[in-house]
């Protein structure tokens, strides 16, 4: 992604500018502990972020916010940033619950943290502000998710009122025969939500036309079993028809 290397790029240009006393923080500290970015808002300027104990600032490339440091930073190749936990508890303070959640799952992935030592920090380190923020990222979120996508579809189900799905849920057959492995999967309403990335098809290089015959084989399968199949798509993250659809088939079909 464009944006993820653009930030790289900023963020190292301040390598040797930051302010005295402040540490890199927020989106500026993923991209230096090695996370990428879920996604940029539209229009939204590009910033490094700092935080600093005696003052804050906003201007065009620069945002730095008030906060206090003591004990919450670290040098990760030469750069002083706020450590991962403390990265991770100001991103679900500060950014929304999907872009939050996707990073938090993205770090439990890859073991940098687990949940309980997630959790455990915040207890230990609770905010005067937007404490209901980041109790809402440590309940949302789930390392069995295998994507910024599948990610960020979670909660879109968790805002729109729509329970009952389970990620990566295994579908057999009446036989017990194994039929597919889901992105998620509602087994009560027998519905099924898959994020469609054209990225899938160019797997391990795969031939892409065989991957798109072979996928269109699985859902023609699962749709043989009387399920129904939602192919979700990155633009359909950010508007709310597609999950409306998905709860009104959820309803119809818990009957």
Known sequence: ???????????????GGC???????????????????PYFENGAPLRVEFVHPEFGVRRSFVHIRKRPLEGKTEVVNDFQVTSLPQTLLDVARDYPLAFSVAVLDSALRRNLISAR???????RNP????????DAVIANADARRESVAESITAVRFVEYSIAGFEPQVVIRDEKGDFVARTDFANPKARVVAEFDGAGKYYLDGADPKRAFELERRREYSLRNLGIQVFRITWKDLFRGDLFLRIKDSVKRRSG
């Open 19 to 37: 302010p005295d006393g402040a540490a890199f923080s927020h989106r500026s500290a993923l991209v230096v502990h090695g996370l990428s970015i």
């Open 127 to 134: 905010v005067r502000t937007r404490q209901g923020r980041i």
């Open 1 to 15: 992604m464009k944006c993820n290397e653009d930030l790289r790029i900023l963020v190292r240009s301040y390598a």
């Open 117 to 123: 030592e997630f959790a455990d920090y915040c207890a």
